[in-house]
């Protein structure tokens, strides 16, 4: 168990670029969730994958935004012309299914920095 | 809609004494968990504690024990013999069951004095 990796941990971008984030869940994990968090507050659900299929999404992911599990392990999150609002922490997390979902393991996050 | 609120945005204590963080949450839900999850500087969140709503035993894990109040929908965090180690921002974290995300509260940055 080498615990949730997410890359990079950093990304300084300009206004309106495209940004791609990964992350790598626990091996035996078919759930995961990505977050963000913002500046003095406490991270918020963006969505949730078990295994491929993306179940839940919040009104928080705009168009703008669009999530990838394209084999049920690792995750993409992309996020299309930037904007500074977009400045956060970007965190992954996974679980087991079943009641085991309620233990979710987080990720470092990627710190974005829009321009 | 479920709302986590912490209100004290930051917390300081000595070290080997005894701290307790507050939390409160709004919900309809009859069945769901609380949770306390840790996130040191520059270091991921970790779980500290969990509970389940239907338990009126209150859950423990070593220095952590919360003292859960259900109909006050409170949920707070004792953290025992403080340790440096356990400075932290600390979130409190609401779960429906079934579910699948948290929200969580603001959090409480908890800074332990040698």
């Known amino acids: 168990d080498t615990g949730v990796s997410q890359n990079p941990r950093h990304k300084i971008t300009k206004r309106g670029q495209n940004v791609t984030f990964r992350c790598d869940p626990i091996?035996?994990?078919?759930?995961l969730y990505w977050y963000r968090q913002t500046l003095g507050q406490g991270p918020e659900f963006l969505t949730y994958?078990?295994?491929?299929?993306?179940?839940?999404k919040s009104r928080l992911l705009s168009d703008r935004f669009s999530a990838e599990r394209p084999k049920g392990s690792f995750s993409t999150l992309e996020i299309q012309r930037t904007e500074q609002g977009d400045s956060a922490m970007y965190l992954c997390?996974?679980?087991?299914?079943?009641?085991?979902?309620?233990?979710?393991?987080f990720g470092p996050g990627t710190r974005l920095t829009v321009t | 809609a479920q709302t986590v609120t912490q209100s004290q945005p930051e917390m300081s204590v000595q070290e080997a004494e005894t701290v307790t963080l507050s939390c409160t949450y709004d919900t309809s839900e009859n069945n769901y968990y609380l949770f306390w999850y840790k996130q040191p500087p520059s270091r991921q969140m970790i779980l500290v504690i969990r509970?389940?709503?239907?338990?009126?035993q209150n859950a423990t894990e070593n220095r952590f024990s919360v003292n859960f109040q259900k109909a006050a929908k409170s949920f707070s965090l004792k953290i025992s013999d403080s340790q440096l180690g356990d400075t932290a921002m600390y979130f409190c974290a609401f779960m429906k069951v079934p579910g699948n995300q948290f929200y969580f509260g603001t959090g409480t940055s908890l800074t332990v004095i040698p």
């Open positions: 091996s035996e994990h078919n759930r």
């Open positions: 994958f078990q295994n491929e299929a993306q179940l839940e």
């Open positions: 997390a996974s679980s087991r299914g079943g009641t085991s979902s309620y233990e979710q393991y």
């Open positions: 509970q389940e709503a239907y338990k009126q």
